[in-house]
């Protein structure tokens, strides 16, 4: 059964506070929590600007947001930096959820959280089964983006990259692929922090150079 | 070695009209007089199907159709070894194509988990069942998670479309080797 948490934002801008709500709306939703956005009162997660006068009472859960030049914060908890960007946001929420359920089950130590926390910021992205025509509806780049899925965990950046459709419709089919359970999200313990969400290096779009040729002599690029 | 593309399945699922399809010279084929009346054509390929896909630089890419029938089940894996991507072709209008797909997922299967693959079911529209879906579920019973798509091989875009799939996949498995 999933279970209904909720983020509250503290001292952030309008237009974040806009963004945490569209953000929501895209991935807002997993196989094991609905994320609402709550305006006063107690959540699980709180998305605080770190210039903010107080840090919020209650809170389960605290995410600094900072620019990208401010210093890390002393207390060691996660850091979001400015612009805040969708998938970072889907991987923070995913990232909750998991430490929300481990902590239910009183199995997780709670000095391993803040790293968790960093890891499952790689959030990455893999089909379970191949999509029906609803969900495709017959349109190529869905089809397209669905087969990139099959081989191996991409993130969003990844994903993006890859496939040259925009990072909103990646993020809109990941969202849709996992309201039907047809996705799983990873986040790779061994990565550094930023590794994985990042578009491929050179060095792997030269390794696909012959099928860049194939799809430019096929008429496909 | 130059790179290489798989068409297979079973007899008069298309795997001639699909190379010729994408190939720059007409297909080599080695077609010869169809005896099997349950297959419902003249000539039949009991050798391979062979083309090619120039590319700059005088690279090209080979395609290669297998033959359908089982008895050559053991040139299968030959043929898809290091291929940069494998298109299984089923033809519904056959008396059983899940089992079809069964087949060539067992016989294949050694080569599958590095493998690019797309699988074409061809002649839905006058055959409907069984859907997508179940083909969908054959692949997952099996432990495997490919495309599946309604194609009709005589449109050079239903082609290109599950070479697009493959090379979706092949690309990302890249990403992951390189990384």
Not at chain 1, 50 to 60: E, F, I, K, S, V
Not at chain 2, 58 to 77: A, K
Request: hydrophobic residues 45%; charged residues 20%.
């Amino acid at each position: 059964m999933k279970q209904a948490l909720r983020v509250r934002t503290e001292g952030l801008r309008k237009a974040e506070e806009l963004s945490i709500s569209v953000f929501l709306r895209f991935v807002g939703q997993s196989e094991k929590a609905t994320w609402s956005l709550s305006h006063s009162g107690e959540a699980e997660l709180v998305l605080q600007a770190l210039d903010a006068p107080a840090a919020p009472a209650g809170a389960a859960r605290l995410v600094w947001v900072a620019d990208p030049d401010a210093p890390a914060p002393a207390d060691g908890k996660t850091l979001l930096r400015r612009p805040l960007q969708v998938e970072v946001f889907g991987a923070l929420l995913r990232g909750h959820e998991e430490g929300i359920a481990a902590a239910a089950q009183a199995i997780q130590p709670r000095a391993a959280v803040p790293r968790q926390a960093a890891a499952e910021m790689q959030a990455t992205y893999r089909l379970t089964r191949w999509p029906g025509d609803d969900l495709l509806q017959n349109q190529r780049q869905r089809k397209i983006l669905a087969s990139f899925l099959i081989s191996r965990p991409l993130s969003v950046a990844q994903l993006t990259a890859l496939s040259g459709v925009g990072r909103e419709a990646c993020t809109a089919f990941l969202r849709e692929l996992a309201d039907r359970q047809l996705l799983e999200s990873r986040n790779p313990p061994a990565l550094a922090a930023g590794e994985a969400a990042s578009a491929p290096p050179p060095a792997a779009l030269a390794a696909g150079g012959l099928i860049g040729r194939l799809r430019k002599r096929l008429g496909l690029a | 070695m130059e790179p290489k593309i798989v068409f297979t399945g079973p007899p008069g699922a298309g795997k001639t009209t699909a190379i010729a399809a994408l190939s720059d010279t007409p297909p080599v084929v080695t077609d010869v007089a169809n005896h099997d009346v349950a297959l419902g054509k003249a000539r039949t390929t009991v050798g391979m199907d062979f083309g090619t896909v120039a590319l700059e630089g005088g690279e090209q890419v080979r395609l290669f159709g297998t033959p359908g029938q089982e008895r050559f089940d053991f040139l299968w894996p030959i043929l898809v070894k290091d291929a940069l991507g494998l298109a299984i072709l089923i033809d519904n209008s056959r008396p059983d194509p899940l089992t079809d797909l069964r087949l060539f997922l067992k016989s294949l299967a050694p080569t599958l988990p590095k493998m690019a693959c797309v699988i074409g079911v061809g002649r839905l529209e006058g055959h409907a069942r069984p859907g997508i879906e179940q083909f969908v579920d054959v692949l997952a019973a099996a432990g495997w998670m490919f495309p599946v798509l309604p194609v009709d091989v005589r449109k050079r875009e239903d082609v290109l479309m599950m070479v697009e799939l493959m090379l979706a996949q092949a690309e990302a498995k890249n990403l992951g080797e390189s990384q």
